[in-house]
Nanobody
Framework: QVQLVESGGGSVQTGGSLRLSCAAS????????MAWFRQAPGKEREGVAA????????YYAVPVKGRFTISQDNAKNALYLQMSSLNPEDTAMYYC???????????????????WGQGTQVTVSS
């Protein structure tokens, strides 16, 4: 099982920015679908962004498109999520997830991912 460790969460005000990082214990970034999900209290886990094909293909959820950017560093085996123009609706626990195939239209389905990190909290205040 691949170990995924997220970092970079914190508390910011509306309009602020954060950069999340995810470190993988094995060399999988670039090979498979890697994604960021988030889960707010009382809500279902939702896909935020995904990347595969060595970073050449990216997917974004509508609420974050244009504000968030997913990227990866294959040499460092790391996944990132740059978040800008944050608002209180972005408050959630953010999780890094790894699949075992390239991303496709299924990328928002949490049950298609094999490995998950422990999460990092993002809190946006108004």
């Amino acid at each position: 099982q691949v170990q995924l460790v997220e970092s970079g969460g914190g508390s910011v005000q509306t309009g602020g920015s954060l950069r999340l990082s995810c470190a993988a214990s094995e060399y999988i970034i670039g090979l498979y679908c890697m994604a960021w999900f988030r889960q707010a209290p009382g809500k279902e886990r939702e896909g935020v962004a995904a990347v595969s094909n060595w970073g050449s293909v990216t997917y974004y959820a509508v609420p974050v498109k244009g504000r968030f950017t997913i990227s990866q560093d294959n040499a460092k085996n790391a996944l990132y999520l740059q978040m800008s123009s944050l608002n209180p609706e972005d408050t959630a626990m953010y999780y890094c997830a790894a699949g075992r195939t390239v991303c496709s239209t299924w990328w928002t389905s949490a049950n298609r991912y094999n490995d998950w990190g422990q999460g990092t909290q993002v809190t946006v205040s108004s």
